[in-house]
């Protein structure tokens, strides 16, 4: 479990992580959203124990990080941004350092150090230095050095950053598989990634906490929530009948690709009502989709507190 | 195992796997050599001692020890890996008594490789084995004091360079501190109490007291409390950086 209370952090005038309340359960994928420099970083500094708190606690697995930061980073696999290793190491060497710094004993080292290994497919590199790999498997080498101890809570910075598509596929199945009984708290600003992985979402800027929310909660705040959109040929007829329905708000037509979006009133489904006038008006509709709402315009509404046209 | 001894192995470790050690140990012997030999007219005196060679290494520190502890923690501000290494369950204590012995174990062993110059003045002719092992004591606690002062300055910055050269300039300032010459020029200029604490800074003194096979307990308790002193002084330049 991960909880901040208040956590601050301030350099000089400026404030970095300013009151950060957050809370992670064990089972749960926490994402620590926000555009490139909102505090994502400082925050999991302060909760690695790297970084002192300017004011408020942090605790992981109910240690406060300040005053029993031992046991709290005993609980804790941390990944930091940019996953940073000793160049001149092997990998087997760079593990097996962290094993001893970690106090595993020869033979719990030996099996976790095995197990680390095959579920990362470092097995081919294990006698390279880290200097030559290449930035994926560097990523992956951080992440083994995180998961090592078997900890209770995992944090990661930017786990994907600079991955390549299959290469974050195979970094969130991991994640996924290790989510069950674990706490993990990542960071991102990959908004397809709190698809993929969280099962809540905390969306911070200038340091500040702006919502605490599920992917779907966010989702149902998009205006394109609900919405129903259609590529038909000759749709420009029926857009007007269309804006007449009752439970309909408004009707656009993307320019480039013709492409109609309908938008719902609040609380209205429109659907059905949609998809019966398109029948009625006859047209050929070639492909229809409900909207589940857009997470990039969410995230641009609350980061940029800007109301989103309508 | 221990987290001293898991810092301080892949310390070591690393030494190794770098040029890094190749090069100091080959300079060092190289520049160990000549001074002994040319500057410290280790022939010419006649006598079966090593003091020409001991004499020399307060210098030969001067420029090598700084050498050695200048990326002792810049380069790891510097690489990122500080706050891989100071987020796993090690004390900053811990830490940094494993970078230290790892560097001071280093240049200890650099020492041990002189021994051929032990070998040739024992051919030569029968010196006092017992001065020439508490001038390798007395050696060995001086590069200790001088790594302790380098590692404490390169808590400071993330530049090597600049960790090199202050360190450089702090040692220097700690040998000068007791030469004959600086002590002469401040006798008529400052109140007696003071050059005499000045100069008992030194760390010439001590070495040369060691050298001369004088074993004194003070003389060790301030190569100690030396590096205790520096060490201390970084754990605690570590700890403010995590809230400045």
């Known amino acids: 479990m991960i909880e901040t209370d208040q956590l601050t952090r301030r350099y000089g005038h400026l404030v970095a992580v300013d009151a950060l309340s957050i809370r992670a359960e064990p089972g749960q994928v926490l994402g620590l959203l926000g555009p490139n420099g909102a505090g994502k970083s400082t925050a999991m500094r302060m909760i690695s124990g790297f970084l002192a708190p300017s004011s408020g606690t942090a605790r992981v697995c109910g240690h406060d990080v300040q005053r029993e930061s031992l046991a709290a980073r005993r609980a804790l696999g941390y990944l930091p941004e940019g996953a940073p290793s000793y160049g001149e190491m092997t990998v087997r060497e760079f593990l097996v350092f962290i094993a001893r710094v970690r106090g595993l004993k020869a033979d719990v080292g030996r099996r976790r150090f095995d197990e680390v290994v095959g579920r990362l497919q470092l097995e081919e590199v294990l006698e390279q230095c880290i200097d030559t790999l290449s930035k994926g498997l560097r990523r992956r080498v951080g992440l083994a050095q995180a998961i090592l101890h078997d900890p209770p809570v995992l944090m990661l910075d930017e786990p994907t950053d600079g991955l390549d598509p299959n290469q974050k596929h195979a ?26 992985l969280c099962n809540r979402v905390v969306i911070i800027a200038r340091g500040k906490l702006l919502a605490d929310a599920t992917p779907a909660e966010l989702e149902a705040r998009s205006r394109y929530h609900g919405a129903v959109s259609f590529s038909a040929a000759g749709s420009g007829v029926s857009q007007e009948m269309l804006g007449r329905l009752p439970q309909v708000a408004g009707v656009e037509v993307d320019p480039l690709d013709g492409r109609v979006t309908v938008f719902p009133r609040p609380g209205e489904r429109i659907l059905e009502p949609v998809e019966q006038l398109l029948r009625e008006q006859g047209l050929e509709v070639s492909e229809i989709q409900l909207e589940r709402g857009r997470l990039d315009e969410v995230f641009r509404q609350i980061t940029l507190g800007d109301e989103v046209p309508a | 195992m221990n987290p001293v001894m898991a810092v301080a192995r892949r310390e070591l470790r690393s030494y190794f796997v770098t040029p890094v050690a190749y090069v100091f ?3 060092f012997l190289v520049l160990a050599g000549i001074l002994t030999f040319y500057v410290g007219d280790f022939y010419e005196r006649g006598q079966a001692d090593l003091q020409p060679f001991f004499s020399m290494h307060p210098w030969l520190y001067l420029i090598l020890v700084p050498a050695v502890s200048m990326r002792i923690w810049a380069e790891e501000a510097k690489g990122g890996t500080l706050e891989l290494l100071l987020t796993l369950p090690v004390t900053l204590l811990q830490a940094m008594l494993g970078k230290f012995l790892a560097a001071w174990l280093f240049v200890g062993l650099a020492l041990l490789l002189t021994f051929p110059i032990w070998i040739t003045v024992n051919y030569l002719g029968s010196p006092d084995n017992g001065v020439i092992v508490a001038g390798y004591l007395g050696s060995w606690l001086m590069a200790g004091a001088f790594l302790a002062i380098g590692t404490c300055i390169s808590t400071l910055t993330r530049s090597q360079v600049v960790a090199f050269i202050l360190t450089a300039l702090v040692c220097v300032l700690l040998i000068l501190a007791g030469q004959a010459q600086v002590i002469d020029f401040f006798q008529g200029t400052l109140p007696r109490k003071l050059v005499n604490a000045v100069a008992h800074l030194s760390l010439l003194r001590h070495f040369e007291a060691i050298a001369r096979g004088v074993l004194d307990v003070r003389d060790l308790l301030y190569f100690l409390l030396t590096i205790v002193a520096w060490l201390t002084a970084g754990v605690l330049v570590l700890d403010l950086k995590r809230m400045r």
Do not use: P
């Open chain 2, 25 to 27: 140990l080959v300079i």
């Open chain 1, 171 to 196: 970094v969130r199945q991991l994640i996924d598989a290790m989510a069950r009984e674990r706490t993990i708290l990542i960071s991102t600003h990959l908004l397809e990634e709190v698809h993929a």
